[in-house]
């Protein structure tokens, strides 16, 4: 069973990091129950493992968190969904990439709800939008957005941090990083593309796609 939690208002940062950490332990010793536990922060920036200072535009705009997830630097703010994912990834076949390609496959799943087509990109990382509605790059290729990040820690195999879907955050806030070092495309929402989506109905997205998209003992998966 996987327990789902919903915090109201802002949840600070520190405080969601010893929780997670806390019941991760619990459930890596057979104490507690996995967990989906979706948040909101206060504006703030995080930077992952592979962090690089030079992407860290304005370090006085927000507080600037040092986490051990994977991946560089990003933004948590109002109007963003946080979904940590608090997850024995032992029972789900020990294998890290088909566990975040699973994590990928379910918010790419949650934004086909609204009609949104997400994608990967190789040598990029989280979820993507191709940006019909603005003018083409110089080379010709269309205008592509990221609308969703996702970076994960595992501990004695259960995971921890999670995804985070753009629904209604202030996009500005997003210009005091290069968000995951990419500097060459551009950052969107859910009501940036113009749907009147809340975070409920992200919510309720999020629980109905999940169990289809990230499964306990699964055969070994494709991740291309």
């Not at 979706?38 to 535009?57: F, I, M, R, W």
């Not at 994960?152 to 921890?160: A, D, Q, T």
């Amino acid at each position: 069973m996987v327990e789902w939690i919903t915090t109201d208002g802002l949840t600070d940062y520190d405080e969601a990091v010893t929780f997670m950490e806390a019941r991760a332990n619990a459930i890596a010793k057979g104490e507690a129950e996995e967990a989906i536990w979706l948040v909101e922060h206060p504006p703030l920036y995080t930077a992952g493992t592979s962090a690089k200072p030079a992407d860290l535009v304005d370090p006085d705009r927000f507080p600037v968190y040092e986490s051990k997830r994977g991946g560089q630097y990003t933004y948590h703010g109002p109007g963003q969904r946080v979904a940590y994912a608090m997850l024995d990834v032992g029972k789900r076949g020990k294998d890290v990439r088909c566990f975040v390609h699973e994590l990928e496959e379910w918010v790419i799943t949650t934004l086909a709800e609204f009609n949104v087509r997400g994608e990967r990109r190789e040598g990029r990382v989280g979820v993507w939008v191709t940006r019909d509605d603005k003018p083409r790059n110089a080379d010709g290729s269309p205008r592509e957005d990221k609308i969703a990040a996702i970076g994960v820690r595992l501990r004695k195999w259960v995971s921890f941090h999670g995804i985070s879907i753009n629904v209604e955050p202030d996009l500005s806030h997003f210009e005091g990083i290069v968000p995951c070092g990419i500097r060459e495309h551009g950052v969107t929402s859910l009501v940036d593309l113009g749907l009147p989506v809340t975070m409920d109905d992200v919510d309720l997205a999020l629980k109905r796609t999940f169990d289809q998209c990230v499964t306990e003992n699964r055969p070994a998966c494709a991740t291309t």
